[in-house]
């Protein structure tokens, strides 16, 4: 089935419904005019159309794999993560302080919209890194902003959301990954996380992923966990992907409509990592990230 992006749909929908004006009507998002977003959403469905819409399919018949440790993803993804970050759909309403366009939400709703409808085993890829961005840019350091955000928010990097454990699905503060100090502003990371959209990939330098621990002296519970961003290869001050850091993909899920996208099973082996926020507070700094995801997916449909 060929699919047509609904950009006039969306049209009408921020014109007559959600009264749209409201939103561009301020200083914030003055920029963001009537015409401005007409022109973003033709661009954005285009690409969609033909960049992504293919793909879909591809994921289906060619699964991503695991071989060797390493994840190699369906054919065309790699061309079509491309598109997507080239066109800037990756940080449609990050800080613009990095590189970002500093749409308002509505508007990145709707490009995720037609790009999972387009193809949504690709989709996910991007829709991680939206809530990465936006849970660095209002918990991390001004160092760690300055290193990841710019290489996130230009699609050169890609990130995931580390919650889930074997034994600590909903309850989540049953988690059992230990954080211990290393003594020089980095933290060693250990345990097993589940359920990792995007785990890992072959087409981007590098793969950030933010990982709930407890350090030893967190209490029990959610109020003891503190959040780590812990990068596949250690990057040096200026940015640069450097060292393999301890981690790997153990295996790949298989998910129904997403054979495409894959969900990893990951293992930190006293992974090199960086505090974001402040210490026992990361569910609070991690809800951030979860509450921009559960956007997206709800805009899935």
Not at 6 to 16: A, F, N, Q, R, V
Not at 138 to 161: F, V
Request: hydrophobic share 35%; charged share 20%; proline share 4%.
């Amino acid at each position: 089935m060929v699919y047509r992006a609904c950009t006039e749909d969306y049209e009408y929908i921020l014109k007559h419904v959600v009264n749209y004006g409201l939103v561009s009507d301020t200083e914030k998002f003055s920029e963001a005019s009537d015409e401005t977003v007409s022109a973003i959403l033709a661009e954005a469905g285009r690409m969609c159309e033909e960049k992504l819409s293919p793909l879909q399919r591809a994921g289906d018949l060619s699964p991503a794999r695991l071989e060797n440790g390493v994840v190699r993803t369906s054919p065309g993804f790699d061309a079509g993560y491309k598109a997507i970050a080239e066109g800037g759909w990756v940080s449609t309403s990050a800080s613009p302080e990095y590189g970002g366009m500093g749409l308002p939400l509505s508007i990145t709703t709707a490009v995720n919209e037609m790009m999972a409808s387009a193809c949504l085993s690709l989709q996910l890829n991007p829709l991680m890194t939206q809530g990465q961005i936006e849970a660095l840019e209002n918990h991390a350091s001004e160092a760690i902003k300055n290193i990841y955000l710019p290489k996130l928010i230009s699609g050169e990097w890609c990130g995931t959301m580390n919650l889930t454990e074997p034994h600590a699905g909903s309850d989540v503060g049953a988690l059992s990954s230990k954080a211990t100090d290393n003594g020089d502003g980095t933290y060693a990371i250990s345990g097993q996380k589940i359920y990792i959209s995007w785990g890992d990939n072959d087409f981007s330098k590098n793969v950030c992923h933010l990982v709930l621990a407890r350090l030893p002296e967190g209490k029990s519970g959610t109020k003891g966990i503190s959040l780590f961003i812990v990068p596949k290869f250690i990057p040096d001050q200026f940015g640069n992907s450097g060292v393999a850091n301890k981690l790997k993909v153990v295996s790949l899920e298989h998910k129904l409509g997403l054979h495409g996208s894959p969900t990893a099973v990951m293992q930190y082996d006293e992974a090199t990592g960086w505090l974001v926020g402040e210490p026992h507070d990361g569910m609070r700094a991690m809800f951030t990230m979860m509450n921009n995801a559960r956007l997206g997916v709800g805009g899935q449909g």
